[in-house]
């Protein structure tokens, strides 16, 4: 991490946005750079790229590059601010799925002493999405070389570019999709640099700007449609609220069947640690913030989510249960799907549009946190390490929510949702074991067998232990 140097860096004025997968920045038009600290000092700077050699080719006809060229080798790549960095923001837009991503950087190798560059995806507040790597360029002209790999969903994101070797030449920056199905791995000069990202109106107050809902081609996030979740604020639930207070919905109703105390729609406020009991407190990041403030109390977000692809979907709530707790519950789940601290769930469900809600309670001198987190695995499980997104979010929706196969009481096969699509309940439910076959007791859809071969578990007919 930066230590504390990203500070002053999430209102950058040079963002790009991600278009198709793909952000580009020419290496020259940089959000940020910081200065080095420690001797022998270098400076990164513009230098043109010369008609021939073997730094002509330059992408728009110039590079950075760190000076004086003296040897110097920054070994840690721990980027704490005492080399000199690069940094280029990029906005992947609402409306997208956690994917994987990966920076490029086009650079040149002038010398076995100079041609290497520490890279590496922060979050916006300089957190490293990886571990930062040294990369080698070769001395036969500009190449492209790549970061480790960070799970992303949308948000505002940096390629940090670290000197390592002074006297290394960087042309060009790439985020994009991991998958080179979808993007190809740059070559030549890349492609060109990406748009800026907009900033204006937000007629629905959602925190997305109208020009980057309309430009995402998703009507999920539409300019006039808030994106977020409905929130009730009341008096804290118990005098030592526990993860047992809150984990079944009877429960949860039973909590909030008090006085509420406010109620809005926020969309931000689900991502915190340890912040001051206050609910006005800055550090809950509530947003619109609660205009009545409560030292103890407890909160529902009501809501549905957006799931746009067939696969497994995965939640948790990360942080410590200390004199609070959160429990989540999805689709039509009346037992809590996750809890704080608790492992994580992974559903199998299709695309649709889904029932979701979290409640939370603490008490006085709570020491607890709260991160909602999500993945999506698709035809496998993953593990949930970043804030569910709110563009995935509304408070309401009017549309076709589908069924489960919990819902339909089925077992195993394939059942019709209700909203024109199919559930595989046996990735869903788990399907059937042993002997059973699906409808092979007569009814379908259900797990069962007949005849001689049958194997009831649980029952030890010839009393040999073996049922």
């Known amino acids: 991490m930066l230590l504390g140097l990203f500070a002053s860096l999430n209102a950058s004025a040079v963002e790009y946005q991600?278009?198709?997968?793909?952000?580009?920045?020419?290496?020259?038009?940089?959000s940020s750079i910081g200065v080095d600290t420690t001797a022998p000092i270098d400076t990164w700077s513009v230098q043109a790229s010369p008609a021939?050699?073997?730094?002509?080719?330059?992408?728009?006809?110039?590079?950075?590059v760190t000076t004086p060229d003296s040897g110097t080798v920054n070994g840690s790549g721990n980027g704490d601010g005492t080399k000199p960095w690069l940094l280029y923001e990029f906005r992947i837009p609402e409306g997208q799925a956690p994917k994987d991503y990966i920076a490029y950087a086009r650079g040149v190798g002038v010398s076995s002493a100079s041609n290497s560059i520490w890279l590496v995806i922060t979050d916006g507040n300089g957190n490293y999405l990886g571990t930062p790597t040294g990369y080698e360029y070769n001395g036969n002209g500009w190449t492209w070389v790549a970061s480790p790999t960070a799970t992303l969903v949308p948000g505002d994101y940096f390629v940090h570019v670290i000197m390592r070797e002074d006297g290394t030449p960087v042309d060009k920056i790439t985020l994009q999709l991991a998958d080179t199905s979808l993007v190809p791995v740059p070559t030549g000069v890349g492609p060109s640099q990406s748009p800026l990202v907009s900033t204006g109106p937000d007629a629905d107050g959602d925190g997305i700007p109208d020009a980057t809902e309309n430009a995402d081609g998703d009507p999920w996030t539409d300019p006039n449609i808030f994106n977020g979740m409905d929130v009730r604020l009341a008096a804290q639930c118990g005098t030592t609220p526990t993860c047992s207070t809150n984990d079944t919905i009877a429960e949860v109703n039973q909590c909030m069947s008090t006085t509420i105390v406010e109620e809005k729609q926020q969309f931000s406020g689900w991502n915190w640690n340890n912040p001051p009991d206050s609910s006005c407190s800055s550090a809950y990041d509530f947003e619109p913030n609660w205009s009545t403030c409560r030292s103890t109390w407890q909160a529902d977000w009501k809501g549905f989510v957006n799931i746009r692809e067939d696969g497994y979907q995965c939640f948790s709530v990360a942080g410590l249960p200390d004199k609070g707790c959160a429990s989540l519950y999805f689709h039509s789940d009346q037992l809590a799907t996750v809890q704080t601290g608790g492992l994580p769930e992974c559903v199998y469900r299709p695309a649709g549009v889904y029932p979701i809600q979290w409640h939370y309670t603490m008490a006085t001198n709570s020491q607890s946190s709260m991160q909602v987190d999500y993945c999506f695995g698709g035809t496998a499980k993953c593990m949930p390490t970043l804030p569910l997104p709110s563009s995935m979010l509304r408070p309401t929706y009017s549309g076709c929510v589908p069924a489960s196969c919990d819902d339909l009481g089925a077992q195993c096969g394939t059942v019709a949702d209700g909203c024109g699509g199919t559930l595989n309940c046996d990735l869903e439910s788990g399907g059937c074991h042993g002997s059973d076959t699906c409808g092979g007791g007569g009814t379908a859809n259900q797990c069962g067998c007949t005849g001689s071969n049958c194997c009831t578990v649980g029952v030890d007919s010839d009393g040999d232990g073996i049922d």
Not at 52 to 64: I, K, R, T
């Open 18 to 30: 991600v278009v198709d997968g793909q952000g580009v920045a020419e290496a020259e038009n940089y």
């Open 52 to 64: 021939s050699g073997l730094l002509s080719g330059a992408s728009n006809g110039q590079f950075m």
